[in-house]
């Protein structure tokens, strides 16, 4: 049979497109011969899928459903390398800005080191919190189960509470060793003071921003072969200059504040982790992940449709069919 085909009604799920089963069937195929060349499957999705953003969309979401399935235990020792990772964020951010004139162009070139933790974790692929925003959330979309709602909820749960724990240990580290001079030191507080100079209602607001550019990222990856190290850079550097609060690298900042005696547990959870939190969440999942799954959603609906009439019509004038009406 004919790959490019769609497949015998008989054996089609009603609830799929053909482009979900012809993709599937590439994924088998693949399987049973060893072929797992990502550049050849995604060439090979975009032969069935109705536009590239479902092309784009269908390999976040495979990448979302193998998140949603791994052990707990190995999602929270990589989210709590991850938030270690992130740290060096605000590390190379202290250092910059310790060394760095107190200008504009001094900010400008000191917020080049907020970068440095997105490109470790996103390259080494470890578990980072807003990252899985949107790439867990789109099986959820896609099967809005109370199954799929329980896997997305562990997910989250494990990966922020690693994340977090990560982000924890390394200001405590950065803090308590004799690693950096009092003018790095002085720069790390600085960071933390200024971040909390927003109110919970402008750490929400501005954590929406946040949320949307990074996952704006996530969303570009998969397009950018060779170039995914300047996406993460101009998209992080985005977030950076514009002040947004990020929950991980904000995490690192504030954490050292209250090792510090600068502040108390109830402005780390109350004043910058609940509204930052809640600002990532609602840029990353319900603005970018929701309008995204969104664009595609009619091109499936119109293709289940098409394939249901083709199969009504295939039955409808088979050999030995007889029509109810003669």
């Known amino acids: ?11 089609h799920d009603e609830d799929s497109t053909p482009w979900e089963d012809a993709v599937k069937r590439e994924r088998r195929d693949a399987a049973r011969d060893g072929d797992h060349d990502d550049e050849e499957e995604d060439d090979k999705q975009e032969r069935y ?5 479902a092309a784009v969309h269908e390999r976040l979401r495979v990448s979302g459903e193998k998140e949603l399935e791994r052990d707990a ?11 270690i990772s992130m740290s060096a964020s605000f590390m190379a951010r202290g250092l910059l800005d310790a060394h760095l004139p107190d200008s504009d162009a001094g900010f400008l070139v000191g917020s080049i080191g907020y970068t440095f933790g997105f490109l470790i974790v996103i390259l080494a692929r470890q578990q980072l919190f807003t990252e899985n925003t949107v790439t867990a959330v789109l099986p959820f979309m896609s099967h809005p189960t109370a199954g799929n709602l329980g896997r997305l909820m562990r997910l989250w749960g494990v990966v922020l509470a690693g994340n ?17 001079s009092p ?5 790390f507080v600085s960071l933390g003071h200024k971040v909390m100079e927003n109110g919970p209602f402008e750490m929400f607001s501005k954590g929406i921003v946040a949320g949307w550019l990074i996952a704006t990222m996530v969303w570009v990856m998969p397009s950018a072969d060779q170039a995914k190290a ?7 550097y985005a977030v950076a200059i514009g002040e947004f609060p990020h929950i991980i690298v904000g995490a690192s900042e504030i954490l050292y504040l209250v090792f510090a005696g600068e502040t108390g547990w109830a402005d780390f959870f109350l004043r910058f982790g609940l509204p930052t939190l809640a600002g990532n969440i609602a840029g990353g999942t319900f603005i970018f992940a929701l309008i995204s799954h969104a664009q595609i959603r009619n091109d499936m609906d119109i293709q289940r449709q098409g394939r249901r009439g083709a199969w009504g019509f295939a039955r409808k004038h088979a050999p030995g069919h007889k029509n109810k009406n003669q």
């Open 183 to 187: 003018a790095v030191a002085e720069s």
């Open 49 to 53: 899928l109705p536009s590239k953003a």
């Open 230 to 236: 300047w996406v993460i850079l101009i998209m992080t």
């Open 73 to 83: 235990m190995a999602l929270l020792w990589s989210a709590v390398a991850a938030g």
């Open 1 to 11: 049979m004919n790959r490019d085909q769609p497949s015998d009604p008989e054996h």
């Open 164 to 180: 977090i724990v990560g982000a924890g240990l390394a200001a405590f580290t950065f803090l308590h060793l004799p690693m950096f």
